[in-house]
């Protein structure tokens, strides 16, 4: 499968743990988003990376949420001390460069937490 | 920021019938439409989209239309099936202007095609 991954599927917590999310973009892909999607609700942008480097951030990413690409390549979401209004899908999506206007971006499968 | 709104909330026709579903948006500088299909569960799928440098596009049974000056766009799917049946997300996309290129979605329209 050469689409966007993303691992766990799934993730069930406890409030105030802290959970970490791994997305593994289309291999030619240098831009990379991060979205939370709530039931009834369409994606929200969370953040975004150009390569390694992060050059945005929503104001939904609290300072708890932190994301890395260290390499240019997959990329991690971590949650600090979790609350139950994290409780959502976390979708990962890519997208190449050098399209004009817009960018395609394609999703992963998500991951869906929940925390108790 | 952008502000995508999208309907109806929920659709239900016929097979074989049409499904329309509309979206307008709210900032000039977006230019870049996409249309996904989201099953129960499932990743967001694109299925279409269009550019700001034209005003429609076709792929099979499947069309999108753009008015930049009222800044709305459809979706049309024609000679509908049941497998047609899921959640669709209309998005507009823009430079933000900090280096990404952000995609606003709307709500979604739950489509059902009743055999």
């Known amino acids: 499968d050469t689409g966007v991954s993303q691992d766990p599927r799934h993730k069930i917590t406890k409030r105030g743990q802290n959970v970490t999310f791994r997305c593994d973009p289309i291999?030619?892909?240098?831009?990379l988003y991060w979205y939370r999607q709530t039931l009834g609700q369409g994606p929200e942008f969370l953040t975004y990376f150009q390569n390694e480097a992060q050059l945005e951030k929503s104001r939904l990413l609290s300072d708890r949420f932190s994301a890395e690409r260290p390499k240019g390549s997959f990329s991690t979401l971590e949650i600090q001390r979790t609350e139950q209004g994290d409780s959502a899908m976390y979708l990962c999506?890519?997208?190449?460069?050098?399209?004009?206007?817009?960018?395609?971006?394609?999703f992963g499968p998500g991951t869906r937490l929940l925390v108790l | 920021g952008e502000n995508v709104e999208q309907h109806p909330s929920t659709l239900s026709v016929q097979e074989g019938d049409s499904a329309v579903i509309k979206c307008t948006y709210s900032d000039s500088a977006s230019n870049y439409f996409p249309w996904y299909k989201q099953e129960l569960g499932k990743r967001p799928q694109l299925i279409i989209d269009i550019r700001s440098n034209v005003g429609e596009k076709k792929d099979q049974r499947i069309a999108v239309t753009l008015n930049k000056t009222a800044k709305h766009f459809s979706l049309h799917i024609t000679e509908t099936q049941p497998e047609d049946s899921a959640v669709y997300f209309c998005a507009a996309g823009y430079f933000s202007g900090a280096g990404s290129y952000q995609l606003t979605f709307g709500k979604g329209t739950k489509l059902s095609v009743i055999p």
């Open positions: 291999s030619e892909h240098n831009r």
């Open positions: 999506a890519s997208s190449p460069s050098g399209e004009s206007p817009g960018e395609t971006q394609y």
